[in-house]
């Protein structure tokens, strides 16, 4: 059962084929690289590509190699090699970068030979020189690049497509894009249940990439709902995996997605209802968990998930409870008064000359 809106059905703890169990879950994809202020410090060995293109692999890839015509999918970053300026981050925009390989523009020449080099998952360090890169004259508009500059990219091979003809996205039919989409979603699924798990993740963002926001603005009817059934699914599939893996804001980020297709979309808000939980957003991941109760009101899953919320509070409570009890402590109880002997004494004495100084005024009297 593959469409969207029939997955309510199920319990919202358990998946359907196209989405994955994540229970068993250790571990799916790396950190995504931190954007430092320049290029990371890389200390493996510098391959010689080309003449003008070095390689330094930061992180191993697995599997095959990209051929000629493959349609590459990637994400980047650049920086002018003498002043360390990055002009363009494509891993900002959580959007991979199509490139086909033997057809890409001119400026990507370089680019592509690292590419070429890289297998899936792979991440690599690439010096390019200004030949390969954008030329005497440079770019002046977007990205900005001065004349003759040479490149450094941080770029990782998401995975690739392998098409004789190197056919593009942009190329494809409808039906077609939404064909190979589906069939990377598949893959994802398969390869999850092999439990190869950093692959299924790359799947789902290739998947992902076919359904762009220019080519979904574009649909309308039955198509945009055929799309929206291989997408949707990508994006819970991989919120489910962040979950798993403690990214908890990115996991939000994809439910978000979703939830701006389908605000009453059942699973989006059971997950993004986790994510904020452990995030210690409870006011938010109950007011989730009570929307999903509208549409599955007899789902064990969401009644579990608003129990251990109420435990929580209860024991944040009795948790500040103590740690106010600590700081102010308990009323400490009336010391018992000293005895002052000189005061007593001196009371005693007025005492004593008070009664004497009575007994005379009454015997005046």
Not at 19 to 40: C, K, L, M
Request: net charge negative.
């Amino acid at each position: 059962m593959d469409e969207v809106h029939e997955e309510r059905s199920q319990p919202l703890d358990q998946e359907e084929d196209n989405e994955i169990r994540t229970e068993s879950a250790a571990f799916v994809q790396g950190e995504p690289p931190q954007d430092g202020n320049g290029p990371p410090k890389v200390d493996s060995e510098v391959e010689v590509l080309h003449e003008k293109v070095t390689k330094q692999i930061i992180k191993e890839g697995h599997g095959q190699k990209p051929s000629k015509y493959a349609t590459c999918f990637l994400h980047y970053r650049a920086w002018t090699e003498s002043t360390l300026h990055k002009f363009e981050d494509t891993w900002n925009e959580q959007k991979p970068v199509e490139l086909v390989l033997g057809k890409e523009k001119k400026e990507m020449t370089g680019l592509a030979i690292g590419l070429s080099s890289m297998k899936s998952g792979e991440r690599a360090l690439l010096h390019v020189g200004w030949e390969l890169g954008y030329g005497k004259e440079g770019s002046f508009s977007f990205p900005n690049v001065p004349p003759m500059a040479d490149i450094i990219y941080e770029a990782e091979l998401i995975g690739f497509d392998e098409t004789k003809e190197g056919k593009a996205r942009g190329d494809m039919t409808v039906e077609e894009r939404i064909g190979a989409a589906d069939r990377r979603k598949m893959d994802g699924n398969a390869l999850f249940k092999e439990e190869k798990l950093e692959e299924a993740m790359q799947q789902y963002e290739m998947a992902i990439a076919y359904m762009g926001d220019d080519f979904m603005f574009q649909l309308f009817g039955k198509y945009r709902d055929m799309a929206l059934a291989v997408k949707n699914p990508c994006h819970l599939n991989m919120a489910a995996c962040m979950i798993k893996l403690k990214r908890y804001e990115e996991a939000i980020m994809q439910c978000n997605v979703v939830l701006a297709e389908e605000e009453n979309n059942a699973k989006a808000l059971f997950r993004r209802g986790k994510a904020r939980a452990e995030l210690g957003q409870t006011d938010a991941a109950r007011e989730d968990y009570l929307k999903v109760r509208k549409f599955a009101p007899e789902d064990k899953a969401v009644a579990r998930e608003l129990r251990l919320l109420a435990e929580h509070d209860k024991a944040l409570y009795q948790k500040q409870k103590e740690i106010y009890k600590g700081i102010f402590g308990p009323r400490p109880e009336p010391k018992p008064k000293r005895t002052n002997w000189l005061v007593l004494f001196w009371q005693w004495l007025l005492s004593l000359f008070y009664r004497l100084f009575k007994r005379e005024r009454y015997k005046a009297d």
